[in-house]
C-alpha cells in the first residue's frame, strides 16, 4: 500500500482486512499447535472424558415420570456448560497471560494490532471447542444411541445455538481478561462465578429438583438459558415438563441470550481499548518484575 492510499478509508479499510486475516492465521496456527501439546490433549481427554465417564454410567438411569434417560438430559446441559466454560475462560486466561508476557503489547505495535489479536483468540477459542464436541458427541450417538438429529430443530438448530453460545462468552471472556490485572484474577472473577452459575443451571439435574429461588437466580445467566436451547433442540417434546413452568420457552431464550450478547459486543470493545492504551514497555517490565518476586 502506497502513501496516497494509506490515510485514506479504502486504505483504512484494507489495513483492517489485513489484520482480520493475520489474526485469523494466528488463531489456526496455534488451535493446531495445542492439538500437539500433551497438557491441551490431557484436558480435552480428563474434561470430555469426565463427563462422558458419567453419561455411560447413567446410561440406564431414566428420569422419573418421563422416558428421557439421564443421557439424554444431561448432553444438552454439559454442551451449554462447555460453551460458557470455554467460550469465557479460555479468552480470557489467554488475554490476561499474553498481558503479561508482552504478546498483547507486541500485536499493538502493528497497525489494526488490536483487531488482529482479538480475531486470533476468536478463531483461535472457536476451533478449541471441536476437540470437546467430538468427545462428547460421537461416543453419545455411537455407544449411547442419543439422537442429536431429532426434537424439535436437529443439528441446524444445535450449530445455531453453538454460535449464539459464541456470540455471548467470547466477548464477556475479552472483558474479564482485560480487566484481570493477573492471570490468578480471572479464577476469582471468572471460574468461581462460572462454577456457581453452572451448580444452579440444571446441568446435571432438572431445574425444578431446585429451590425455587436457585431457579429464578438461574435464569438471570445464559447458562441455563444456552442448555434450554439445547435441550428443546434435541429432547423429545415431553421433556418439556422437566423445565420451569412446563413449557418450552424459545422466544424467552433467545431474548435473553440476545441481552447478554448485545451487553458483552457493546462493553467488550470499550473495556479492550481502555486496556490497550494502558499498556507499555514499562507496564510489561512492572509485571514481569512483580512475577519474579513471586517466583522467588
Known sequence: MNDATAGTPAGKSGAAGHAVRVGARRGLTEFLISLRNPEDQLFYLVSGGSILAYLILNRNTVIPRTDIGIPELVLPGALA?????????????????????????RAKAAPHGLTGYVTGQIVQQTLALLPMLAILLVPSVLFLGIDITGGAGGVAVLAAALAAGLAVTLPLGMIIGAVARKPNHVGTWGMLPILAMGAISGIFVPIIQLAAWL???????P????????????????????EPGGEWRLAEALGILGLWAALGLFLAPKVLRRMSRRESGSAVEARRQERMQRLG
Open 81 to 105: 456448560a462447555m460453551l460458557v466454560f470455554g467460550g469465557i475462560l479460555g479468552p480470557a486466561f489467554a488475554l490476561a497471560l499474553e498481558r503479561e508476557d508482552g504478546t498483547l503489547l
Open 215 to 221: 431457579q429464578v437466580a438461574a435464569q438471570i445467566f
Open 223 to 242: 447458562m441455563y438459558w444456552l442448555g434450554h436451547v439445547l435441550r428443546w433442540a434435541m429432547l423429545p417434546d415431553e421433556a418439556r415438563v422437566l
